[in-house]
């Protein structure tokens, strides 16, 4: 079965009140009932309450990237509205907040709906930058952000 292709918008946020913005994106975007990955309460209890074992941090390992040594990881999550939802800690220690829309048509209407999409996530995160491409992977450093192999929509500066 193939899976019809996903347009993905990421905003980076450098917010000194992580917790906070972290909080805000989960409670607003994330299908906390039924959040698809299990690492999900690890990750809450390390970013958000402060509340961490060694046992979630061993869990949260598991998300880094196997092709090089990094700190930086991404969490995909179920989406209340949207296609799905993802959570990045860069190598930086900022966030990257995404939102993937549907887009089975390669609509340019998907493309416009995103860029809307990034404007409100960036006003609603006092976000600096974000990005949006067709089956984008979120970036995990500055570089990442910076490459426009597959990025579609560009806006802000880092």
Do not use: K
């Not at 698809?36 to 949260?60: K, N």
């Not at 598991?62 to 040594?69: T, W, Y």
Request: glycine share 6%; hydrophobic share 40%; proline share 6%.
């Amino acid at each position: 079965m193939r899976v019809p292709p996903v347009l993905d918008v990421y905003v980076w946020v450098e917010d000194a009140d992580r917790a906070d913005a972290l909080s805000h994106f989960i409670e607003r975007y994330v299908d906390t009932e039924n959040p698809g990955d299990p690492r999900f309460g690890a990750f809450c209890r390390v970013f958000v309450t402060g509340e961490r074992t060694a046992q979630d941090l061993a869990a949260l390992e598991e998300l880094q990237r196997g092709d090089r040594a990094t700190t930086a990881f991404s969490l995909y999550l179920r989406a209340r509205t949207h296609h799905e939802a993802i959570i990045t800690v860069t190598e930086e220690d900022a966030l990257v907040l995404g939102l993937g829309l549907d887009d089975p048509s390669n609509s340019p209407e998907t493309l416009r709906s995103a860029s809307l999409l990034m404007n409100t996530l960036r006003e609603e995160f006092t976000a600096l930058a974000g990005v949006a491409g067709v089956e984008l992977p979120p970036p995990q450093t500055r570089a990442e952000w910076r490459e426009d192999g597959l990025v579609q929509l560009r806006e802000g500066r880092l």
